[in-house]
C-alpha cells in the first residue's frame, strides 16, 4: 500500500544505453510523483503527468483517443526505459485533457488509487471516487487559470487525507454519486 506520494529525482546513468533518441538522459531527470507499493508491493511506481489541450492545431486531425495515445507514448519514450532499467521501477504517464478527460494508463490510476484509498480509510469506494474527480476538476481549473494569467507564487499545499470525511464531503459539494 503506498504511503505517500512525492516529486523524485531518478538515479544518474551510468553508461546505460537507452532504447530512445527522445528519452532524457540527463543525470537531473525528474518524473513529477512517485510511490512505494502502488502497483507492485515493494517496487517504486513512478509518474509524470501531461496536460494538453485538444483542440490545438497538432490534435486537430486526429481522434481524441489518439492524442491521448500519442501523448501517453512521448512520456513513455522520454522517462519508460530509463526508470526500468535504471531505477527499477514501474512509469504510468498520466495524461489528461484541459477538459478532465483522462488517457487509458491515467484511468486505470485512479481506478487503483480509489481502490487503496477507500480500503485503508473504510470509505465507500463511490464516495473516494466522487472526492477525486471534484479535486481533479478543480486542479485542471487551476491549471488552465495558470495559463491565462501568468504565474503567482504560493506556497505548496498538501491535503491531510487521515482526518478527511468523504462522505460529508461528497454530500457538501451536492456531487451526485
Known sequence: MPRRLH???SFPLNGEHMQYMT???ANEARVDVSARGFWTRGQRAFMDIRIFDPMAACHRR???EAAHQKNEQEKIRKYGNRIRNVDHGSFTPLVYTTSGGMGPKAKCFYSRLADVMAEKKHQPRSHVVAW???RLSFSLLRSALLCLRG???SAPTTIDIAGLNYQATVVESGILV
Open 23 to 25: 528519452a532524457n538522459t
Open 151 to 153: 504565474t503567482r507564487y
Open 7 to 9: 516529486r523524485t529525482n
Open 132 to 134: 477525486m474527480r471534484c
Open 62 to 64: 486526429i481522434s481524441l
